[in-house]
């Protein structure tokens, strides 16, 4: 797929199966991250892999988190959270990790970690393989950000669910660019 047609078509898909991408995809999705302008080439970022039986242990986590932000969770919102990591085999997590830079601040390592995260639902989608960005408010809690490991400074800025796409992609509205881009009038 050329890259404009990747950049014109690429839809989220929230309904993923088996199998995970295989290696030499994942191998060229996080090369894609990795491209990302980069202010100062700080590499603000760090991801982690979740498959498996930690995807469950992830939907632990942001059910303990959930009943810390409101004891009274229902057994449906539970269940919904426990479920939540299991719609997809492989999730990634993206973390902002800032470095100190004095020109360059924090602002621009959030932006060139989420532009790492655009270029890997590129990849994604230009391989044919399924990718949603998802977050969650509970995402955002201070219980999963320990649960990860994240260090004190560094961001959750949220998951990359990936997988075998199911159903077909949704149809994209068509957006007039007259709307959104206007000359600067001076
Ligand atoms: C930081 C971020 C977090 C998001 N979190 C969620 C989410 O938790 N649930 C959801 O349905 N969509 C979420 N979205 C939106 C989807 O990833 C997707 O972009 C949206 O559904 C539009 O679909 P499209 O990518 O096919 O245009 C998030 C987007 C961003 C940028």
């Known amino acids: 797929m050329d890259t404009l047609t990747a950049l014109h078509t690429r839809v989220s898909f929230p309904r993923l199966s088996e199998p995970a991408p295989s290696e030499a995809q994942l191998e060229a999705i996080y090369q894609a991250a990795l491209r990302a302008p980069d202010h100062a080439m700080l590499r603000p970022w760090r991801f982690l892999t979740i ?3 930690q995807r469950s242990q992830l939907g632990q986590l942001l059910v303990e988190a959930a009943k ?3 004891p ?4 449906a919102e539970e269940n919904k959270l426990l479920q939540a990591p299991l719609r997809a085999p492989l999730l990634v997590a993206v973390i902002c990790s800032p470095r100190f830079h004095e020109k ?3 602002l621009e390592q959030l932006l060139s970690t989420a532009a790492a995260v655009q270029n890997m639902l590129l990849a994604a989608h230009a391989l044919g393989v399924g990718a ?5 408010l509970i995402s955002y809690h201070e219980h999963v950000k320990q649960g990860l490991g994240l260090r004190n400074t560094e961001k959750l800025l949220g998951f990359i669910y990936m997988g075998q796409p199911l159903g077909q992609p949704k149809p994209i509205q068509p957006l007039d660019t007259k709307d959104y881009f206007q000359p600067w009038q001076g």
């Open 51 to 53: 498959t498996g039986e």
């Open 68 to 70: 810390l932000a409101s």
């Open 72 to 75: 009274q969770l229902t057994d």
């Open 104 to 106: 360059v601040p924090e």
């Open 132 to 136: 949603m960005w998802r977050t969650g």
